[in-house]
Each structure stands twice: as structure tokens, then as C-alpha cells.
């Protein structure tokens, strides 16, 4: 009866595995300029520029625009629309005194990376070698705005390798190499994959699309700090 030989691996293979990982945690404080409170309540009666009632407006033949401002210079809450009432759940309240730079917060900064690489090795024999690599990283980091607004970074790869090499004779020796590569990279808004921002806001003709693109759109406000995100990624 024949005894199997099993396999030996002592001198024959060799390996090695190492894991990186690197946290930091900062802040930084943002300084906005965001309207008076009344303001964002249709409240304007502290201010000297009329608003009048759109309903009311109208172009005579020699190209005047009249219109009735509203009484008081307050818009009734009734007819702001649901829309703008909504996107205020992304805006804030002024805290500090003064028309601009009258509210300030800590904005964190996380970031986060990850790798790890393992290798083998075998001596197959005195003429062959083979190598064997897998390598992996994680790396992400966000810059939160003023609300839920702001940038993320995601980046992650794998690679795989392996080679072989032959001595085929004295004189000539053959190196076989195959590896595969996927790298993902990603620079987009903070509620990508979270929150459909858009679809919530139910503005007509716009949806929210792709959940790497989810985000609040971009709303420019004159003299003050506007509301959404500043990129629609992902680049």
C-alpha cells in the first residue's frame, strides 16, 4: 500500500498580511451670514424696500410696472409656498447680532483610511516560483456645510496580482503576469445614498435621480449665505 505524501510547505511557502488604518477627527468653525428671523417668516416690515404682492403686478403700455406692496410689508404665511417652507429645514436662525456674519458652528471633518495587503509566495521548485498579491483601501471624508449640505469623498480600490517564474534554461527564463484592477472614486454631496432631498421638495420638472447624486439643490439667496450644495457629483 502507498502512503500519500502531503503537501510541505516549510521552505516551499511564505507569506505576509499588514492592515494601516488612520483616523482624524477636526473642526473647524464656519462663519455665515444668514437673514433676520422675520425675514424668513415673510416678515419684512423692517425693511425699506417694498415687496408687493405679485398678484397684483402689472406692466402699463408705456412699460411701468405697477403693483400693491403687501400691508405692513409682510407676506402672509399663506402664500409662501410649501416649497420655500420645506427648504427652511435646511437653514438656521441668526444667532450673533449684525446683518452678515451673525451665525458661526463647528463644522467637523472626519476622515478615514483603511488598507490592507496580503502576499504569498511558493517555491514550486528549483525552477519555478510563483507570487501571489491582494491589496485593498478604503479612504472617505466629509465637509459638512451649513445644514446637511456639503462635499464627500469616497475612494476605494482592490487590486489582485499573481506572476510565475520559470526557468525554462540556462540561458532563458519566462515571467508570466496577470492581475486585475477596480478603483472607484467619487466626489460628491453629504446625503448621497442617504437622503433624496429633491424628490422630498416635490418641485415640478426635477427628480431626484440617481442615489449617488442625491443632495439639496443649490438656492441662491442676495447679500446672504445661500441654501443646497455646490456640487451635483459625482466626479
Same mark, same amino acid.
Given at each position: ?76 404665511? =399663506?402664500?409662501?409656498?410649501? =416649497? ?43 525552477? &519555478? ?25 469616497? =475612494? ?56 449617488? &447624486? ?22
Amino acid at each position: 500500500m502507498r502512503i500519500p505524501k502531503f503537501f510541505n510547505g516549510k521552505d516551499k511557502l511564505f507569506f505576509m498580511g499588514n492592515y494601516e488604518s488612520f483616523r482624524k477627527r477636526g473642526s473647524n468653525s464656519g462663519l455665515f451670514s444668514l437673514a433676520p428671523a422675520a425675514f424668513q417668516t415673510g416678515d419684512f416690515s423692517s425693511s425699506s424696500k417694498l415687496i408687493y404682492d405679485p398678484l397684483t403686478r402689472a406692466t402699463l403700455p408705456d412699460g411701468t410696472l405697477t403693483g400693491s406692496p403687501f400691508l405692513g410689508n409682510i407676506i402672509p404665511i =399663506t402664500r409662501v409656498h410649501s =416649497t420655500s417652507q420645506k427648504l427652511l429645514e435646511f437653514y438656521r436662525k441668526p444667532a450673533l447680532a449684525g446683518v452678515t456674519n451673525n451665525f458661526t458652528q463647528a463644522l467637523s471633518r472626519p476622515q478615514n483610511r483603511d488598507q490592507f495587503i496580503l502576499r504569498l509566495d511558493y517555491v514550486e521548485s528549483a525552477k &519555478s516560483t510563483w507570487t501571489g498579491r491582494y491589496s485593498w483601501a478604503d479612504e472617505n471624508e466629509s465637509t459638512p456645510g451649513l445644514t446637511q449640505d456639503g462635499g464627500k469623498l469616497i =475612494t476605494n480600490l482592490e487590486q489582485y496580482m499573481g506572476s510565475n517564474t520559470r526557468i525554462l534554461s540556462p540561458s532563458v527564463v519566462n515571467e508570466t503576469r496577470f492581475g486585475y484592477t477596480r478603483f472607484y472614486n467619487s466626489v460628491g454631496t453629504l446625503l448621497a445614498f442617504q437622503r433624496d432631498v429633491v424628490d422630498e421638495l416635490n418641485i415640478p420638472g426635477l427628480k431626484g435621480g440617481d442615489p449617488v &447624486s442625491w443632495g439639496i439643490p443649490a438656492v441662491g439667496i442676495a447679500n446672504y449665505t445661500g441654501i443646497g450644495d455646490s456640487t451635483d457629483g459625482p466626479f
